[in-house]
């Protein structure tokens, strides 16, 4: 238990918690006496719309597990998600690891994961990495310097497509802020406001079950051509990305003048 996590259990309503044998026995050691609820992996559903229902009256709640980590094998997870989906702000308190942190507070799946850290900074670089990472069937979760945040995600844009993804700044801080969405509405804002150290919670790949017809490959290509590609390039680009045998990619990009 570090400082932070004692104030703000010591200031909330009521604990939520995966045992409340354990934690009253853990509050009782630094003398906090709280109302404690039971939400475990068998009633988080239902736990955990009351515990929307008791933050919406007003009410001050804080969540605890009994070891480990709440959301990573542990329960929160559903409650952390029913709080977002309900407007209602999610901070971890910890501040030992910003990637837990913000994997913590993020819509993307935690049953695995892969932490990459820092991508290159140089362009052509940064999207090689990103091509590595592109078929990891896992969350991925980078390091990124507010410098270099809007370059980064036009890289993932054009790498990994429009995937879901959570932006985190500042974790633990005052200033702490998670932004969730599209990578396509990321490249809409105002970067200049994205300032301090950033975590990005990157959704895997999925298997994409769209049938790509010759029309569909056709417009693919035209919109790789009008990116400055060269037809060669095109052609690799959309084969790669989208899974395509080449040499249908190869033919339809014949029937392009």
Not at 60 to 86: E, F, H, Q, R, T
Not at 110 to 139: I, M, Q
Not at 147 to 155: A, D, N, Q, V, W
């Amino acid at each position: 238990m570090n400082p932070r996590a004692i104030e703000v259990i010591s200031d909330c309503d009521l604990v939520a918690c995966e045992d409340t044998r354990v934690t009253k026995k853990l509050l009782g050691f630094f003398n906090i006496s709280k109302e404690c609820l039971s939400l475990h992996e068998h009633n988080e559903q239902e736990a955990g719309e009351k515990v929307i229902e008791l933050i919406k009256e007003g009410k001050k709640v804080a969540y605890m597990s009994d070891a480990g980590y709440p959301a990573i094998s542990d329960p929160g997870d559903i409650l952390v998600k029913k709080c977002i989906d309900n407007g209602i702000a999610v901070s971890c308190v910890n501040g030992g690891s910003a990637l837990l942190d913000a994997l913590v507070t993020s819509r993307q799946d935690k049953d695995h994961f892969l932490f990459y850290g820092f991508l290159d900074a140089k362009k052509s670089a940064r999207e090689k990495e990103l091509n590595k990472l592109k078929d990891v069937p896992y969350t991925i979760i980078l390091y990124e310097a507010p410098h270099r945040i809007e370059e980064t995600l036009h890289s993932i844009y054009d790498v990994l497509g429009d995937r879901e993804i959570t932006l985190a700044r500042e974790l633990t801080k005052l200033n702490e802020e998670c932004i969730y969405g599209k990578v396509s509405e990321f490249l809409s804002l105002d970067f200049s406001s994205i300032i301090g150290e950033i975590v990005l919670v990157i959704e895997g790949y999925h298997e994409n079950e769209v049938i790509f017809t010759e029309e569909k490959i056709k417009e693919l290509l035209l919109e790789s051509l009008q990116k400055g590609r060269s037809k060669k390039d095109a052609v690799e680009y959309v084969s790669k990305t989208y899974k395509i045998k080449k040499n249908l990619v190869y033919d339809v990009m014949k029937t392009i003048e």
